[in-house]
Nanobody, 119 residues
Framework: QAQVVESGGGLVQPGGSLRLSCAAS????????MGWHRQAPGKQRELVAVITDGGNTNYADAVKGRFTISRDNAKNTVYLQMDSLKLEDTAVYYC?????????????WGQGTQVTVSS
C-alpha cells in the first residue's frame, strides 16, 4: 500500500528551527516532485516548497530565505528545514509526493504534522 508519512513537527519559539521529514513507501516509484504544503486554521492549504527529481526547487514568497527543501532519492524521502520560524508559520504541514503506484501515476498525501510557533 502506498504511504506517505511525515514526522518532525512540534512546538518551537519564534526564531527557532524545526526539520520535517517525509518518507514515501517503496510502493511509490518514479517519483517526480516532492513537496510541502501547509494549512493554518481558517485558511486554505497553500504550497510551501517543492523539489523536482532534477533538484529544482520552488518556494512560497513567505518562506524564501528561511526554509530549505531537500530530498534523498535513495530513501524516497524529502526534508524541510525551517529556520527563523515566525508565529504565522503555525499550521499543519502536509507532504505531497507525485509518483507511480499500483494504480498508476498519482499525487500521494501524508496525514500531516503540526507545527506550532509560540512564545
Amino acid at each position: 500500500q502506498a504511504q506517505v508519512v511525515e514526522s518532525g513537527g512540534g512546538l518551537v519559539q519564534p526564531g527557532g528551527s524545526l526539520r520535517l521529514s517525509c518518507a514515501a513507501s517503496r510502493t511509490i516509484y518514479s517519483i517526480r516532485t516532492m513537496g510541502w504544503h501547509r494549512q493554518a486554521p481558517g485558511k486554505q492549504r497553500e504550497l510551501v516548497a517543492v523539489i523536482t527529481d532534477g533538484g529544482n526547487t520552488n518556494y512560497a514568497d513567505a518562506v524564501k530565505g528561511r526554509f530549505t527543501i531537500s530530498r534523498d532519492n535513495a530513501k524516497n524521502t524529502v526534508y524541510l528545514q525551517m529556520d527563523s520560524l515566525k508565529l504565522e508559520d503555525t499550521a499543519v504541514y502536509y507532504c505531497n509526493v507525485m509518483g507511480r503506484g499500483a494504480t498508476g501515476f498519482a499525487n500521494y498525501w501524508g496525514q500531516g504534522t503540526q507545527v506550532t510557533v509560540s512564545s
